[in-house]
């Protein structure tokens, strides 16, 4: 089993950064990548970027260029740091740790972008 808390959600104007924290504990060696995920209301949950144990990272496109994602799986710590934050990122983050059994999720951060 593996445990995700996330942190550094809340309220930010457009325009702003926020950045996130996710540490794993429990079965941690059994994690192979990690990564976050965000959902808005209405919508479905989509993948915003992640990174392997060797380092590799990838993005949506929606988070290029603004999104950064970094930490250390071997370390089970993962960050996603948001610049030019818009109404449109507004959503609830989850960070999410892959295994070879099985994905886990955290219970989510909400971010909020106002104009």
């Known amino acids: 089993?593996?445990?995700?808390?996330?942190?550094g959600g809340g309220l930010?104007?457009?325009?702003?950064?926020?950045r996130l924290s996710c540490a794993?504990?429990?079965?941690?060696?059994?994690?192979?990548?990690?990564?976050?995920?965000r959902q808005a209301p209405g919508k479905q949950r989509e993948l915003i970027a992640a990174i392997t144990s060797d380092g590799s990272t990838t993005y949506d496109d929606s988070a290029q260029g603004r999104?950064?994602?970094?930490?250390?799986?071997?370390?089970?710590?993962v960050y996603l740091q948001m610049y030019s934050l818009q109404p449109e990122?507004?959503?609830v983050y989850y960070c999410a740790a892959v295994t070879s059994g099985r994905d886990y999720w955290g219970q989510g951060t909400q971010v909020t972008v106002s104009l």
Do not use: P
């Not at 089993?1 to 942190?7: G, K, P």
């Open 1 to 7: 089993q593996v445990q995700l808390v996330e942190s």
């Open 12 to 18: 930010v104007q457009a325009g702003g950064s926020l």
């Open 24 to 37: 794993a504990s429990g079965s941690i060696f059994s994690i192979n990548a990690m990564g976050w995920y």
């Open 67 to 77: 999104f950064t994602i970094s930490g250390d799986v071997a370390k089970s710590t």
């Open 89 to 91: 990122d507004t959503a």
